[in-house]
């Protein structure tokens, strides 16, 4: 049987569908180039592609596709945020990603399941309340509940918390959910490949040409392009790119860490989130809890994991859950997110013409990947920032017009 | 754990410290909006070999440290006007 098998997956009769093409060489010109191959990124070439009749573009991606942030969050989808600005952008993201499996023919396991965030002080209770108002309205399903209603949906919670933090309330969510995030970026990206879009991996972008203060190629470790759009789609590698443009930029990159247990049998449901023990815990399909806590405290360009991080987790996730006690964790990982001093990201045109950014997604990218395509697409076909983004804007700063989104998660308020 | 040399109290956990970000010089503070605003805001965060403010937090102990921000290796740390004592 084995034999069988392994002839099977050699036979070139029924060879493995593969989900996009890798086009074998660099064409010398683009209509647009698309750096960084994520969610974001193959979002907007998808887009493009199917709304704009853009389809000469090329995704350039260092690694493979999905393999930065796309691959590592811990793929919550939610759109209860605080200020008007970021409420009406990831509702847009919400509504999209309901049909988006049906878009792609593809199962994104997106499974609703209502995201519970815990308050454990009086002053948490007073910001929880403030959220679900603005949430409502703006027509958004987001309510504050009392403990009984957390400790009905999540019998297993210690409401105590072992006695030092016990919950006094939260901000439920209904519409909160979790996805498979690598199906995402291959959705996409078959979408786009379809409609002519190349993407092109293990191709690093070395620099960038831009003549009087307009955009004219792209340097790859593959060979030289001429485009007059490039999209900057990089998350923590943003930075780096923006340093071969010189333009300067407020965002700063902190490691984000997440594990994930032992498979077990279903006993979570919603998903649970608490800014003061700094905990967000889902439970997959497959049964493993996937955990995050809160950025790595300082600056830094790698994707380590620690192992201060998977003890003090286990800590805090034991104040809610002490029966896990004997639970083991199988991964640990990273993700550099890229951080913005307001907590909101950096998007559309910049100072440089033909250069759009679509950055400081810090560790909030994942659930808004389908609204950056469509806001971004848009941005780059008609060089006019989409209405939904011009809030976003990267000169923001230097008009202090800063956003000031609390309602981001893993950051301390 | 990782370590740190605080340069009062010696070689101590690196849980023990809080960044407190890069070393710069302050404008003057009648520089303009636009110069004042590129000073509190923007960076230049590619990776790079940084000097920045490091605070021990039991002794609080503030302190410069040379760091490399893609490795994360610490080159060394002095006491803020001490780097060649």
New interface residues.
């Given amino acids: 049987m084995p034999l069988r098998l392994l002839k099977f997956g050699f036979s070139k009769t029924y060879p493995e569908p593969r989900m996009f093409r890798s086009p074998d060489r660099l064409k010398s010109s683009y209509d647009a180039v698309i750096i960084g191959g994520g969610g974001h990124g193959l979002a907007a070439a998808y887009y493009l592609s199917r709304d704009h009749g853009m389809n000469n573009i090329a995704v350039l991606e260092r690694g493979y596709i999905g393999s930065g942030n796309t691959g590592r969050n811990t793929t919550i989808i939610r759109s209860n945020y605080l200020t008007p600005e970021g409420v009406k952008f990831y509702d847009q993201s919400v509504q999209l990603w309901q049909d988006l499996s049906v878009d792609f023919d593809l199962n994104l396991f997106y499974s609703t399941r209502g995201h519970f965030t815990l308050a454990h002080t009086d002053a948490s209770v007073r910001t929880m309340r403030w959220r679900a108002e603005v949430n409502k309205h703006y027509g958004i399903d987001s309510e504050l509940v009392a403990p009984e209603d957390v400790k009905a949906a999540c019998p297993e919670m210690d409401l105590n918390c072992g006695g030092h933090t016990p919950v006094l309330g939260a901000l439920y969510h209904a519409p909160g959910s979790i996805a498979r995030h690598d199906a995402v970026a291959w959705g996409y990206g078959r979408g786009a490949d379809q409609r002519g879009v190349e993407i092109h991996q293990q191709t690093e972008v070395v620099g960038i040409q831009v003549e009087a203060d307009r955009v004219t190629g792209v340097a790859t470790s593959r060979g030289q392009i001429a485009t007059p759009r490039v999209l900057c789609a990089v998350a923590g590698f943003t ?2 790119l ?2 071969m443009v010189n333009l ?6 902190h490691p984000l860490q997440a594990m994930v247990s032992e498979p077990m049998k279903p006993w979570l449901d919603p998903i649970i989130v608490s800014g003061s023990l700094h905990v967000y815990v889902s439970q997959t399909a497959r049964g493993e809890l996937v955990m995050g806590a809160s950025l790595d ?6 994707s ?1 994991s ?3 991080f998977a003890e003090g987790l286990s800590a805090q996730m034991l104040e809610l859950f002490p029966f896990l006690s004997h639970v083991k964790i199988v991964r640990q990982w990273a993700g550099m997110a890229d951080m913005t ?1 307001d907590f909101a990201p950096i998007m559309g045109k910049t100072p440089i013409a033909g250069f759009y950014l679509d950055a400081g997604w810090g560790t909030w990218g994942f659930k808004a990947t389908p609204v950056c395509g469509k806001t971004m697409a848009y941005t780059v076909a008609n060089d006019k920032n989409h209405e939904l983004i011009q809030d976003f804007s990267l000169d923001r ?4 017009e800063l956003v000031g989104e609390k309602g981001a998660a893993s950051v301390g308020h | 754990m990782k370590q740190m040399i605080c340069p009062i109290n010696g070689t101590r956990p690196i849980v023990e410290f809080t960044c407190g970000g890069d070393l710069q010089s302050m404008p003057d503070p009648h520089c303009g909006d636009t110069v004042w605003a590129d000073y509190i805001f923007n960076r230049n965060n590619a990776p790079t070999i940084k000097q920045e403010w490091w605070c021990h937090t039991p002794s609080n102990t503030w302190f410069i440290a040379k760091r490399n921000t893609l490795t994360d290796e610490v080159l060394c740390t002095y006491l803020y006007g001490q780097e060649d004592v």
Avoid at chain 1, 248 to 253: A, E, K
Avoid at chain 1, 297 to 302: G, I, R, S, V
């Fill in positions: 930075p780096r923006l340093q300067p930029s407020p965002i700063y990159v405290p300082y600056e830094l360009h790698a380590r620690t192992l201060e001093p700063f230097k008009r202090y």
